[in-house]
């Protein structure tokens, strides 16, 4: 126990230091007779990077892969997040990050933390952010959508709801290796793109893929997971939204007709509902989006030839 204490204290005060860079547990407890216990412990153990990108664009996402021997958990910290490192294999952990599309380009560090019985390391790694080309994009809103923007809740009460679906999430893995695309339609507008509203100046970037189809089109899972929303959203409209594991899940708005309840399982390509023009839309198309721990990402970058990110298949 006294061990145990001593040690969960010393790897805070490493954890805490900027050029902490490796697994190196001994310069801020010199004198410590327990230090050396520690040193000696920590020699056995490291974090082997498997699978890392050097370089991506802010609204992308990526997986990384690990390998520590006898690692049991982990977690990955960047971008002022921390999200957790899922045992895929023995000694394999992995985890898929987004980069917020507010990112700015140049250097971030990602720093990885790995605990099995009894033991802590981490490791810091580099990433170089690209910045993301930004098109905008000039509408002109309906009645309906400029009732939506100055009624002074909806926005509000949208940004509350979106928190709540994906606070929580399944451990199950992310099983598919590519995304399937979710209506037979036109892309009309990319993620990212800014929107200026009338004459205004560019607002905030789109947080999915537009794809203009008519009323009534169906709507199909991109993956399969568990429905774990099934309603009316006060900006985007009648919603599905769908939890794949991995912390990655998928939302199809401003539907007209949803066929299937929160709570329900459904396949990739299961059918759960048509497209419609619900919620702050100028007219009928689906608004897909693709969410790692809540950050919104290209959807377009699920697709085949994109990220593959299954590793049974
Ligand atoms: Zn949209």
């Not at 997986?63 to 971008?79: A, D, E, P, Q, T």
């Not at 002074?152 to 940004?159: D, K, M, N, P, Y």
């Not at 893929?209 to 991109?222: C, E, I, M, N, R």
């Amino acid at each position: 126990m006294f061990l145990a204490v001593g040690l969960t204290l010393i790897l805070m005060s490493c954890r805490s230091s900027d050029d902490f860079n490796q697994a190196n547990l001994v310069s801020s407890a010199e004198n410590n007779p327990q230090v050396e216990l520690v040193e000696l412990l920590d020699r056995e153990h490291s974090i082997d990077v498997i699978e890392i990108p050097s370089e991506v664009y802010a609204g992308d996402s990526f997986r990384v892969m690990i390998s520590s021997s006898g690692g049991l958990l982990g977690s990955l910290k960047v971008f002022g997040n921390s999200t957790p490192l899922l045992l895929v294999d023995s000694d394999v952990l992995s985890s898929v990050v987004a980069v917020p599309i507010g990112q700015r380009s140049g250097t971030v560090a990602l720093e990885f933390v790995v605990t099995g019985i009894n033991w802590q390391i981490s490791k810091v790694m580099q990433l170089e952010i690209l910045e993301r080309p930004v098109r905008v994009d000039r509408i002109y809103r309906t009645d309906e959508m400029v009732r939506i923007s100055t009624d002074g809740s909806s926005f509000v009460e949208e940004v509350d709801l979106r928190e709540q679906q994906t606070k929580t999430y399944s451990t199950r893995q992310y099983q598919s290796k590519f995304m399937r695309v979710p209506v037979a339609g036109v892309i009309s507008t990319f993620f990212g793109d800014m929107r200026a509203y009338e004459d205004g100046p560019p607002r905030n970037p789109h947080s999915g893929v537009d794809f203009a189809a008519p009323k009534g089109t169906l709507v199909s899972a991109a993956a399969a997971g568990y429905v774990i929303f099934s309603a009316m959203m006060p900006v985007r409209g009648k919603s599905v939204v769908i939890d794949h594991g991995s912390g990655v899940f998928s939302g199809y708005h401003h539907l007209s007709k949803v066929y299937l309840a929160g709570g329900s399982w459904i396949n990739a390509g299961g059918y759960l509902g048509e497209v419609g023009s619900t919620g702050y839309s100028t007219g009928p198309h689906l608004h897909w989006e693709v969410l790692v721990y809540g950050t919104p990402t290209d959807p377009i970058q699920w697709l085949e030839p994109g990220l593959s990110l299954a590793l049974s298949q």
